[in-house]
């Protein structure tokens, strides 16, 4: 889920990095098989990140589930179980044959129908800041993000309280 969020707001949002350099640090920090990054597969990550901003902006349940439909039908997946470092036993949506962009794919693809499934779209969204274009994926208990950041809730928050006590 962080990964999806992570490249969305790379190659989408004011200010955001999607330089080859950046694309590489964010599969290392989401644990993707990172070493494999080919200079030549950056811009099918920058056209992924794209590919999936509209589903943070969906407006229902209905529209999040035609677009992630869709892409489900449109890139290929073969789930099979895995078993390796650091994650032990779990399930790989790619054959560990398919490029490093088609894992991205099928992975982040799945994990966003499985939140959707399992919290509709109460977890997703644009920031709520005044000037924000980033997304974010609440995966905590509680579920009731709206920031896609500590930073952009305290500064919300201050500038709603400094507007109450000047009035």
Same mark, same amino acid.
């Given at each position: 889920?962080?990964?999806a969020v992570a490249l969305?707001?790379?190659?989408?949002?004011?200010?955001?990095d999607d330089s080859d +350099?950046?694309?590489?640090?964010?599969?290392? &920090?989401?644990?993707?098989?990172?070493?494999?990054?080919?200079? %030549?597969? /950056? &811009?099918?990550? !920058?056209?992924?990140? %794209?590919?999936?901003?509209?589903?943070?902006?969906?407006?229902?349940?209905?529209? /999040?589930?035609?677009?992630?439909?869709?892409?489900?039908?449109?890139?290929?997946? @073969?789930?099979?179980?895995?078993?390796?470092?650091?994650?032990?036993?779990?399930?790989?949506?790619?054959?560990?044959?398919?490029?490093?962009?088609? !894992?991205? %794919?099928?992975?982040?693809?799945?994990?966003? /129908?499985?939140?959707?499934?399992?919290?509709?779209?109460?977890?997703? +969204?644009?920031?709520?800041?005044?000037?924000? &274009?980033?997304?974010?994926?609440?995966?905590?208990?509680a579920g009731r993000r709206?920031?896609?950041?500590?930073?952009?809730?305290? !500064?919300?928050?201050?500038? /709603?309280?400094?507007? !109450? @006590?000047?009035?």
């Amino acid at each position: 889920m962080a990964a999806a969020v992570a490249l969305v707001n790379a190659v989408t949002s004011t200010g955001g990095d999607d330089s080859d +350099g950046a694309l590489r640090a964010l599969l290392r &920090d989401n644990e993707f098989f990172w070493q494999q990054f080919d200079t %030549r597969d /950056a &811009d099918d990550f !920058r056209r992924w990140g %794209r590919t999936l901003r509209p589903f943070f902006e969906a407006s229902g349940v209905e529209e /999040a589930m035609a677009l992630l439909n869709g892409l489900m039908l449109a890139v290929p997946m @073969h789930p099979h179980l895995s078993d390796h470092e650091p994650h032990g036993l779990h399930i790989h949506y790619a054959p560990p044959s398919s490029r490093l962009p088609d !894992r991205f %794919r099928a992975t982040t693809l799945m994990n966003l /129908a499985e939140l959707v499934v399992e919290h509709g779209l109460t977890r997703t +969204g644009v920031c709520a800041a005044d000037g924000c &274009d980033r997304v974010y994926a609440d995966t905590s208990r509680a579920g009731r993000r709206r920031f896609c950041s500590e930073t952009c809730a305290n !500064r919300t928050n201050v500038a /709603a309280f400094r507007a !109450r @006590h000047r009035t």
